[in-house]
Every structure is written in C-alpha cells, then in structure tokens.
C-alpha cells in the first residue's frame, strides 16, 4: 500500500503565494462587474465602487474583499447592498476563476485611503513641517 504524505501545516514552511493569485484573479472579476454594472440592486446602481484588495484564506474557502466608494458616500449601506449581491457575484467569480469550490464572499470597507489622508493632513500642519525642516538642518 502507498505511503501518503503528511498534511502540510502552517509551520512546514513559508506560506503559499496561491491564496494571494486567487486573490488577484477575484479583484479583478469583481472590479470588473461592479464597473459593467451587472448588478441591479437600487443601492449599488450608478456608484463607483473600488476593489481595492481581496485577501483570501489558505484553504481558498473564504475571500473578503475591501471596497470603497469614489467621492465618499454611505459605507453601510454599501456593504449591506454588496452582501445581499454576494451569491451572484460569487457564481460569476466560479465562471471566471478556474477553482474547485467557489469561496464565500465578504465585503470589507477599506480604510487605507481613509488612513493615507489622514497622515497626509498630518504631515501638511505647520507644526509638523516646522520639527521635519528642523530635523533635516541638524542632518
């Protein structure tokens, strides 16, 4: 009888680069829905919305994906809109993205941007201009 190899676990070695391709391939089937406007819910039509990163989990049965929505607007209510879209967009990800079983989606608000402007707000007061000019002179 053939002898099998042991599971692989998370400790055997560095991780795989396989979650973070399906990850890719997913963003770029969602981006491109949401761009189309295929969906006809009354919350998601005529919004710009942003797929910024899908971060899949190793066994590949779970994706949430971080969006946002140009010029701002109301998170909650597209998060909600995008969870009740959810089975379809994940029946049009099975079309797209070759896998064996399709993951669940789930819609994460994305607040990197959010973040990137606020350090940038930080960086524009005066006061912190004042101490980064000063640091430079010492230099």
Same mark, same amino acid.
Not at 41 to 60: F, H, K, N, Q
Not at 73 to 91: I, S, V
Not at 97 to 117: C, G, I, M, Q
């Given at each position: 009888?053939?002898?099998?190899?042991?599971?692989?676990?998370?400790?055997?070695?560095? $991780? =795989?680069?396989?979650? !973070?391709?399906?990850?890719?391939?997913?963003?770029?089937?969602?981006?491109?829905?949401?761009?189309?406007?295929?969906?006809?819910?009354?919350? !998601?039509?005529?919004?710009?919305?942003?797929? =910024?990163?899908?971060?899949?989990?190793? @066994?590949?049965?779970? %994706?949430?994906?971080?969006?946002?929505?140009?010029?701002?607007? @109301?998170?909650?209510?597209?998060?909600?809109?995008?969870?009740?879209?959810? $089975?379809?967009?994940?029946?049009?990800?099975?079309?797209?993205?070759?896998?064996?079983?399709? $993951?669940?989606?789930?819609?994460?608000?994305?607040?990197?941007?959010?973040?990137?402007?606020?350090?940038?707000?930080?960086?524009?007061? $005066?006061?912190?201009?004042?101490?980064?000019?000063?640091?430079?002179? @010492? %230099?």
């Amino acid at each position: 009888m053939p002898r099998r190899k042991p599971s692989r676990s998370a400790a055997d070695g560095p $991780p =795989s680069t396989r979650p !973070l391709r399906v990850g890719e391939e997913i963003r770029h089937v969602l981006a491109a829905i949401l761009a189309r406007g295929d969906l006809h819910d009354p919350d !998601l039509v005529g919004r710009s919305i942003t797929v =910024s990163e899908v971060r899949v989990s190793p @066994d590949l049965m779970q %994706a949430t994906a971080y969006v946002t929505q140009l010029g701002g607007g @109301d998170m909650e209510t597209l998060l909600k809109a995008l969870k009740r879209a959810a $089975p379809y967009l994940r029946r049009a990800v099975v079309k797209e993205v070759k896998l064996r079983r399709a $993951p669940e989606l789930a819609f994460a608000a994305d607040t990197s941007f959010d973040y990137a402007n606020r350090i940038d707000t930080a960086l524009r007061d $005066p006061a912190v201009r004042r101490d980064l000019e000063s640091d430079g002179e @010492d %230099a």
